[in-house]
Structures are given as C-alpha cells and as structure tokens.
C-alpha cells in the first residue's frame, strides 16, 4: 500500500514510513493511504460475523502487504488483542460498543497497542530507540504508555495538560516508570498537541531524535481503531431481525470525537465494506467540526474544559484527514452533526441510567443524547423546516442522506462507549447519585507513586529537555 499526504498529493511513502515519521515533517500534513480496499463480501456477508481477531488481520492485510509477513501480522493482532470489544443492546433501536474492555479501560487501547507492536517490528535492528511524542487529553496517554511500557526499542514521552484531566486518568499518566514517562505541561490539550507538532517539523531536533507519533496523527493507531467499527455493525446486522425486527435496517454509528481521529476510523471501514449508512460527530462544547459542517467554515479555536475532557479539542487534527477523503457535501450526505454542554452532559448520563438502566461515561453520554435527539424528533423538526441553531447544544441543521430511514423507524444506532465511566466516577456520582464500580486494573493504578514531570508551555524548553533528556 502507498500512503500520500493531506497537504502534499505528490508524496508517496510505504506503510514503514508513515509509521515511523507519524506525520510528513516537511509539510506537517497527515500519512493517508491512496486507496481504501474493499474486503471479500464473502467474508463480510458470512451469516455468522467472522471474530474480531479475523476481522482485524484481513483489514490489517492490505495496508501492511509487503512489510509485515501475513504470519507476523496474525501474531501482532493476537498479542494485541486479548480483550475484546462488546456490543450491548440498550433498547429496540439502540446498541452500545463497549470499547472499554482493554487495560486501560479506554478505546485507545485498541489502536495503541497494535501501533506498539508494529513500531517495534519495524525498529528491530535499529541502533538507537524510537521515541514517541504523544499529547492527550485524558484517555490516549495512558493507553499509549500501557502499550508501550517495556517495549523493546521504544520511548515514549507523554504530554498532557496540567489540571484538566480526570484524577483517575491523570494518575494512570503519572506512574509509569522505565522507557515511559509524563510532562505534566501548564496549558490546554491544544498546547501539548502544537509542542508535539512543532517538534516533528523541527529539523535540528529530528537530526539528533528519531521521534514519532502515538496520537492519531499516526496511521497506525488510526487504522486499528476501525476494526471494531466492522466487527460490530456486522454484529448489529447479523442480529437485527431478531433483535429488532428489521430485516434491512440502516445501522448508524454515533461517534463521541475530540481530534477525530476515531471517527476517521470509523470512515475507513466504512469504505472498506462495514454495513454503515452514516455517522453522528458528536462532541462537546468544543464544536468546531460541528460549526463547519453546519456553516462550511472551519474556525480551529482553544480548547474550553468540559466533563467530557478526552473530547477537548479546539483544532481537531484529523479535519485533515476527512477533508482529504470527502468534499462538504459528501461530510453533510454522510454526517448528522451535535454538541452538547456540560449541563447537557449530566443531563444525558441522568437520562440513559433512568431509561435503560445503563451507567455511561460523560463522552458516551453525549452520544446517547444526540441518538435520542435524531431518533426522538430532531430530524423531524429540522424536515419540517426547523432552521436550528448551531450555536446552541444540539443538532446542527444539517439533514445527512440517511435521515428518511431514521423517520422511518428503520435505523438502528451504535454508541461509541469510549471510556469506562470509574474514569469520571465524580462525574458519574454527581449525574445519578451513584459511583461506578472501579475495575480492578484501575484500582491498581491508584496506589502508584506519582511521576510527571513539571513543564511549561513553551517550546524552546520542551525541546531542551527532551535533547538533555532523551
């Protein structure tokens, strides 16, 4: 497989490539493949959905044909993957993927471990390690350093803002020890992510460090992610009927996103054959990818803090990405589009637990709230002529191709669960008066001693610390 660039169409890398660099350090702009292929249709169409381990090595062939050996591919997705993904059945039209089954009880597990492995295949040989420079805003750093943590030929450096993360979360970034470690940096997830960034576009700095990315700026932990896309809308297709007595229906994935790179995902296995009419972007009141859909102008802006705080992000990088696949329209045909505020938030995990008995985390629950909004009179209302407001929580006024199935009662939705609620038991308990209970991997993480390391937001000294560090 080739892979060009979002700013530059006349690069062509292989997969090593893009995976090493993380980004084009010449242009900044984001390794994406020429082409997305289409699975056999005799294996997406098996009347039993094939598991998720074989889901994951044929999506995974295509892209690495060449430079992984389909032996070596097939043990890296079974090291990777010892956990699996769950879709649960919440209601008659509603389904939630449970992506929180890995170590770190986030989905970012899914495309960090995959990515772990693969670099360190690619690093065997090398003379001097790999480091990775990854910026989080709550879930990725974590999931990162788990999957990194011992590796051999890595390093890893975590960027996360100071403050603005869960407890839970930031004391799973602060107790790594050995090749990972964690700058605690005094500003937003924007800042970490533009000190990442200007580092790759450093020509001094790389001449003397071989850096990569863990975000999802790199391809490897994007393509991984839309395993579980194809493993679940099958899931759901297969058992519709019984389920929900649709014999066709559309299936909807509703795809809590901050940088988008998961919905980005999301969009690769759609074209590579996953049965998925559509897509909801929903994030939270940092609603820049909602704001251009809804008025065709994209306007990055800072990031504000909200409960929802992995989806804190004010200047998406993966915009780059679903431009360089779609034009506007294509996103408007393909997308419905929502955010929701903090209050909105509480409201919304109130609302889930009330009416299915089940307890969401706050960025699944702006999922939940902008399903029951479209399938509750949302799309309706905007039909019947209803401007609405993007300004205001809710859905843009953007009516995507597939709204007639939803008026119709022939859609069925797939909630992204991408976080178990324990990592925002404060949030949870303050919603609906009860705390989660803690897995006992997160509990662990809690009795270890704290290590980040102050700094500021500045580049000049991140980029001395890491030449006096790494």
């Known amino acids: 497989m080739i892979y060009t660039d979002t700013r530059e169409k006349s690069v062509k890398v292989d997969f090593k490539t893009a995976v090493v660099n993380g980004m084009n350090e010449k242009t900044g702009g984001l390794y994406i493949p020429v082409a997305f292929p289409k699975l056999d249709s005799a294996f997406i169409n098996r009347n039993t959905e094939p598991s998720f381990r074989d889901i994951a090595f044929e999506m995974a062939k295509p892209y690495v044909e060449g430079e992984i050996p389909d032996s070596d591919l097939a043990a890296i997705i079974q090291d990777a993957y010892p956990f699996p993904a769950k879709t649960v059945a919440v209601d008659a039209a509603t389904y939630v993927l449970e992506l929180f089954h890995g170590p770190t009880c986030a989905f970012k597990d899914f495309g960090a471990r995959f990515m772990a492995r693969v670099m360190s295949y690619f690093n065997r040989g090398e003379n001097s390690p790999l480091h990775i420079l990854v910026a989080t805003s709550g879930d990725t750093g974590s999931a990162v350093g ?8 890595l390093d890893v450096t975590i960027l996360y803002p100071e403050g603005k993360v869960s407890k839970l979360q930031e004391k799973q970034l602060s107790t790594f020890d050995g090749n990972v470690r964690a700058l605690k940096v005094k500003g937003t997830f924007d800042d970490c992510q533009k000190l990442v960034k200007t580092a790759f576009t450093d020509a001094e700095l790389r001449a003397k460090l071989r850096l990569s990315s863990a975000n999802s700026i790199n391809i490897s932990r994007l393509l991984p992610q839309s395993f579980y896309y194809m493993y679940s809308s099958l899931v759901v297709r297969n058992s519709s009927w019984r389920n929900n007595k649709l014999e066709h229906p559309a299936i909807v994935a509703v795809v809590p996103s901050g940088n988008f790179g998961n919905l980005t995902s999301g969009l690769i296995a759609r074209e590579m054959g996953a049965p998925i009419t559509g897509f909801v972007a929903a994030t939270n009141s940092n609603r820049t990818i909602p704001d251009w859909i809804a008025t065709g102008d994209y306007n990055a802006r800072p990031s504000v803090e909200t409960y929802a705080n992995a989806m804190d992000v004010g200047a998406p990088s993966n915009y780059e990405r679903i431009q360089a696949m779609y034009s506007l329209e294509q996103v408007r045909s393909l997308f419905a589009s929502y955010w929701l505020d903090n209050d909105g938030i509480l409201e919304s995990i109130k609302d889930c637990f009330n009416r299915t008995g089940y307890t969401i985390d706050p960025h699944g629950a702006v999922g939940w709230k902008a399903w029951s909004d479209i399938r509750n009179g949302g799309f309706e209302k905007l039909t019947n002529g209803e401007k609405g407001d993007s300004t205001k929580p809710g859905l843009t006024p953007n009516l995507p191709a ?27 308990q303050h919603a609906i008066g009860r705390t989660p209970v803690v897995p006992d991997r997160l509990e662990r993480v809690l009795k270890l001693e704290d290590r980040a390391i102050p700094m500021e937001n500045n580049y000049e000294i991140f980029k001395a610390w890491l030449l006096e560090n790494l």
Do not use: Y
């Open 146 to 153: 788990s999957a990194f943590h011992n590796v051999p030929g």
């Open 402 to 428: 597939w709204k007639d199935q939803v008026l119709n009662k022939n859609a069925l939705g797939i909630i992204l669960e991408t976080a178990h609620p324990a990592k925002f038991s404060d949030t949870v």
